[in-house]
Structure formats: C-alpha cells, structure tokens
C-alpha cells in the first residue's frame, strides 16, 4: 500500500481492497516504527485516528464518500486541533491544548480525512532545517545524518518515508517548498489569501500561507481543493470560488510559456543540481512548452527584505505570549516583569529570541524608516518584477535550493548562512504568488526540486504543469530506502 499516491489508494479505498480502519493501522504502524529514526512527529493520535476511520468506512459503505473520505493525514504542529497538543515546535506551546480546530484542519476532516497525528516543525516555524525544534531534529530519511529542510521538516519527511499520504504545512519564506525539495517530494504554497490563516499559529502574518505535502501533484491538487476557500474568520483570506483543481491537470501544456530566472542560475546554484533543473526543463520543451529568459532585477534584495519583514511581524505576533494567558510560565515569579522576563527567556528558543530581537528592533522609533519601511519598499519592488515578467511567460520555473540536503549541525552556528536557504523560494512570498515544488532528480543520492512560480491564483496552472511533468517522470516514486 505505502508505494501508492493518495489518488491510488483512495481508488483502492473505493474497490473495497482495504479499509480506511486497516490503512490507518498500517500507517500507524509505520509512524511508531520511524519515529526513533526520523522524529517526523511531535504527537500521535492514534485512538482519534482509527476512531475517525471507522466513522469514513461507514460513510464510504453508506455511498456517502467524497474523493478524500477515509484518507489519513498529518498536520504540521503549527495548526491549531481542539483537544490535541498544537505545540507549533516550542516549550512556549508545549502544555498548550488548542480549544478550538483550525479551518485547514476542520475543513480536511469535514472531508473525511483521518488525522493520525501532528508534524514536528522548527520553532514557530523559523528555520529551514528543522533543528530549532523544542522537540528535537527531525532527521532525512534519503539521509538520517541530513536535515530534511524546515520548517515544515516533520509533514515533509512523513510524505517521503510513506508515514502518511499528505501532510499540512506552511511556508512564509519557504517553509513547504524547500523541505519538499529536500525530500524528494511534491509541496505546493498557494496565493497568499487562498487558504485560510485562522488557528494557524502565526509568524509573520503577511507572509504565511497554509499548503499541502503529497507525493504527487495529482494528490495535492485532491487535497487543496478541499482545504481552500474564503474564510470570514480569516480578513486576509480571499473571497473567489475554488476551482476543481484535480479537473485541470490532464490539459495538455503545448504552448506553455516558461520563464527562467536569469539571476537564479547566475551564482551560488551547485553545478550538479542545476544539471538536473536543466534536464526537467528538457522534459517541458519536448511537451511543447518554450523557455524563454527573464529577469527580477531586485530579486537578489529579498533575504534582506525578508529578513526585516518577517522579524518585524513576528516580534508583534510573539509579544501574546507573555506567560499569563496561555503556554508556558516560569516558577514562582518574584514580580510581573520577572514573570515576562523569564517566560519568554525560558519558553522561547535562541531562534525565536534572535528574530524577535531583530523585529524589535526595526520597528523601533528612528529605525522604522530605515528598516522597516525601505524593506516594504523593496517588497513592492519585487512584486512588480514579478508582475512583468508575467506578462511575457506563464510560469517560472528553476531550482527550489541552492544545494541538497546538508548535515545537521553544518549550518547551525552561521544564522545568514542558513538564512540564504530560501534565496529561491523568499520572492514567492514576498509578492504572495503561489509556487511549488516537485522532485526531478537526485545529486549523490540526494533528492533535488524544481520549483514552478506562478501569477497569483495560478494554482490550477501549476498543478496542471506539474502534473504533466509527473507523467513522464518517476523522480516522485523513488521512496527512501528501507521505507519501501
Ligand atoms: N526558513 C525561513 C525562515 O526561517 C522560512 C520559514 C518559513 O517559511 N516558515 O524564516
């Protein structure tokens, strides 16, 4: 069963081959069986779990199922779940018990879906190695002594050890794409707006958007159309109908016009990964597509903006958590401030007290301009490159890292070091334009994405391409050994 895609094995649900009961088993077993090796997940719901499989058999024996009844998944720990740990990777969270359910999370298990438990992730979702986790690494399964990327580290290794069919995440600068990458397995960002923020703990509110982890394309188009969609307890969600996403992707691609990004294959890109970014755009060119050249003059100016943005909104966010309301408070405060001072000191990581520090900072008074409003300059900058390069092409395709998975510990001690990660995938959010990525090859073994960008609310363009790309190619199947 563990080598199907999620469209595989609910056609198998739906023949009667199994059971949702006895998938769900099977996949919790696996789930216990990896967590020494990999640490994909913070908690499993197990009972919940086999108990909601019961609930989707009867449903499906009833010919009440939906495409996505029966079908198990993981949420990444950053999405609120009532009566469930939500611990967003932090000892700040970790006794907290979410009273109420996220909209990704409802709406998923209003469709049937079967949670078996909640992913590790870095630290608030700060990181893009998975090693800020109060929980403890979460490690590659292509390569235990790799990270698997962050911060969506825990739902992207679960995709690729086979623990589950789709896993949730998030991505503000990166966060689903380049764990996908790292992975070996397929993550889509959606538009900012398209999926719903409410009970999605948050980092950086203009930035963060919910997505899915699958194996395939076809898979995360199944899911997004179900988890996406206009939320009135989410004022940044938008109000237009969900397309069918899955009804797009055998379209033919013929025509498809392809921008590559001059400043992405320029420097910094390893010579072997860009081999085989090349090799998929081969793949395109033989289905139709063209590839022409286009720039983003200010792209080589998003880390920074990024790195004064976010910080600045996460500091904001942070300040709720103060050690009176809810999570973590310190022992036997002497006053009020030392209840503060030593919440926060103890509760929060060196990560999280790094960004909060820097946020503090530029939206301090005098700095504010310098700082924080020439980044939101340079944000609207980069949306603008954006906006005419689509103007020529219809998507944009190149590398999703820089490099491969890399050892744990290697980029630890260097902050700007690990944040150069994400020079790729930080553009998408800093405009909100959807993107995704999808394997296409290996470097000594290691998997390697292609990142596809779109125009906002492209997704059903993207999932066609990537779809299209998928069926020529089995980069997608290749499961790590020893999770076969
Ligand atoms: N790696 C980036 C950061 O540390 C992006 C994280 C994310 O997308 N959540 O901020």
Redesign the pocket.
Same mark, same amino acid.
């Given at each position: 069963m563990t080598s199907k895609t999620l469209a595989e094995l609910a056609a198998g649900l739906r023949n009667k081959e199994f059971s949702s009961v006895e998938l769900t088993r099977d996949l919790l077993g696996r789930v216990q069986a990896a967590q020494p090796a990999l640490n994909a997940l913070i908690s499993v719901t197990g009972d919940a779990a086999i108990a909601q499989a019961q609930a989707a058999d009867r449903e499906i024996a009833a010919g009440r199922a939906g495409p996505l009844t029966g079908m198990p998944l993981i949420h990444k720990d950053i999405f609120c779940t009532e009566g469930v740990r939500t611990s967003c990777g932090s000892r700040m969270l970790d006794g907290f018990v979410s009273p109420y359910d996220a909209t990704v999370v409802a709406k998923l298990r209003s469709a049937g879906m079967v949670m078996l438990g909640k992913a590790n992730m870095?630290e608030f @979702?700060?990181? #893009?190695s998975n090693e800020t986790s109060y929980y403890g690494p979460v490690r590659n399964p292509w390569d235990t002594r790799r990270v698997p990327g %962050? #911060? #969506?580290g825990g739902s992207a290794v679960a995709v690729a050890a086979r623990l589950t069919p789709a896993a949730t995440a998030?991505? *503000? %600068?990166? #966060? $689903?794409r380049?764990p996908a990458a790292l992975c070996g397995v397929t993550g889509i960002k959606p538009t900012y707006g398209r999926v719903s923020r409410y009970g999605m703990i948050a980092? @950086?509110s203009s930035?963060?958007q919910g997505g899915i982890i699958t194996v395939s394309a076809e898979d995360a188009a199944l899911v997004l159309t179900a988890m996406a969609g206009f939320d009135p307890r989410d004022s940044t969600s938008v109000d237009r109908p969900v397309p069918d996403y899955a009804a797009a992707l055998e379209r033919p691609i013929a025509g498809l016009k392809i921008g590559l990004l001059k400043e992405f294959f320029e420097k910094g890109l390893e010579p072997q990964n860009e081999r085989c970014v090349r090799a998929a755009l081969a793949v395109y060119e033989r289905l139709g597509a063209s590839l022409r050249e286009v720039s983003l003059p200010h792209i080589a100016l998003s880390v920074p903006a /990024? /790195?004064v943005v @976010?910080p600045a909104e996460c500091s904001s966010n942070l300040a709720r958590y103060d050690g009176v309301r809810f999570g973590y408070r310190c022992k036997d405060p002497r006053d009020l401030a030392d209840l503060y001072r030593r919440s926060r000191g103890e509760g929060f990581g060196a990560?999280v007290k790094r960004?909060i520090m820097t946020g503090t900072y530029v939206l301090s008074a005098g700095y504010y301009d310098a700082y924080y409003l020439k980044a939101q300059k340079v944000r609207q900058l980069i949306a603008t490159d954006f906006e005419r390069a689509f103007a020529e092409v219809d998507v944009i395709m190149g590398p999703t890292t820089p490099t491969a998975a890399f050892e744990l510990g290697a980029k630890t001690a260097d902050p700007v070091t690990?944040?150069l =990660?994400?020079i790729y *995938? $930080?553009g998408a =959010?800093l405009a909100g334009l959807p993107a995704l990525s999808i394997p296409c090859g290996f470097v000594e073994r290691l998997p390697i994405g292609l990142q596809i960008i779109g125009p906002h609310f492209a997704e059903e363009r993207l999932l066609n391409a990537a779809h299209a790309y998928q069926r020529e190619t089995d980069w997608h199947r290749r499961v790590p050994p020893g999770y076969e």
């Amino acid at each position: 069963m563990t080598s199907k895609t999620l469209a595989e094995l609910a056609a198998g649900l739906r023949n009667k081959e199994f059971s949702s009961v006895e998938l769900t088993r099977d996949l919790l077993g696996r789930v216990q069986a990896a967590q020494p090796a990999l640490n994909a997940l913070i908690s499993v719901t197990g009972d919940a779990a086999i108990a909601q499989a019961q609930a989707a058999d009867r449903e499906i024996a009833a010919g009440r199922a939906g495409p996505l009844t029966g079908m198990p998944l993981i949420h990444k720990d950053i999405f609120c779940t009532e009566g469930v740990r939500t611990s967003c990777g932090s000892r700040m969270l970790d006794g907290f018990v979410s009273p109420y359910d996220a909209t990704v999370v409802a709406k998923l298990r209003s469709a049937g879906m079967v949670m078996l438990g909640k992913a590790n992730m870095d630290e608030f @979702a700060m990181g #893009s190695s998975n090693e800020t986790s109060y929980y403890g690494p979460v490690r590659n399964p292509w390569d235990t002594r790799r990270v698997p990327g %962050g #911060s #969506s580290g825990g739902s992207a290794v679960a995709v690729a050890a086979r623990l589950t069919p789709a896993a949730t995440a998030t991505d *503000t %600068g990166g #966060s $689903i794409r380049q764990p996908a990458a790292l992975c070996g397995v397929t993550g889509i960002k959606p538009t900012y707006g398209r999926v719903s923020r409410y009970g999605m703990i948050a980092f @950086a509110s203009s930035l963060d958007q919910g997505g899915i982890i699958t194996v395939s394309a076809e898979d995360a188009a199944l899911v997004l159309t179900a988890m996406a969609g206009f939320d009135p307890r989410d004022s940044t969600s938008v109000d237009r109908p969900v397309p069918d996403y899955a009804a797009a992707l055998e379209r033919p691609i013929a025509g498809l016009k392809i921008g590559l990004l001059k400043e992405f294959f320029e420097k910094g890109l390893e010579p072997q990964n860009e081999r085989c970014v090349r090799a998929a755009l081969a793949v395109y060119e033989r289905l139709g597509a063209s590839l022409r050249e286009v720039s983003l003059p200010h792209i080589a100016l998003s880390v920074p903006a /990024y /790195y004064v943005v @976010a910080p600045a909104e996460c500091s904001s966010n942070l300040a709720r958590y103060d050690g009176v309301r809810f999570g973590y408070r310190c022992k036997d405060p002497r006053d009020l401030a030392d209840l503060y001072r030593r919440s926060r000191g103890e509760g929060f990581g060196a990560e999280v007290k790094r960004r909060i520090m820097t946020g503090t900072y530029v939206l301090s008074a005098g700095y504010y301009d310098a700082y924080y409003l020439k980044a939101q300059k340079v944000r609207q900058l980069i949306a603008t490159d954006f906006e005419r390069a689509f103007a020529e092409v219809d998507v944009i395709m190149g590398p999703t890292t820089p490099t491969a998975a890399f050892e744990l510990g290697a980029k630890t001690a260097d902050p700007v070091t690990m944040y150069l =990660n994400d020079i790729y *995938t $930080i553009g998408a =959010n800093l405009a909100g334009l959807p993107a995704l990525s999808i394997p296409c090859g290996f470097v000594e073994r290691l998997p390697i994405g292609l990142q596809i960008i779109g125009p906002h609310f492209a997704e059903e363009r993207l999932l066609n391409a990537a779809h299209a790309y998928q069926r020529e190619t089995d980069w997608h199947r290749r499961v790590p050994p020893g999770y076969e």
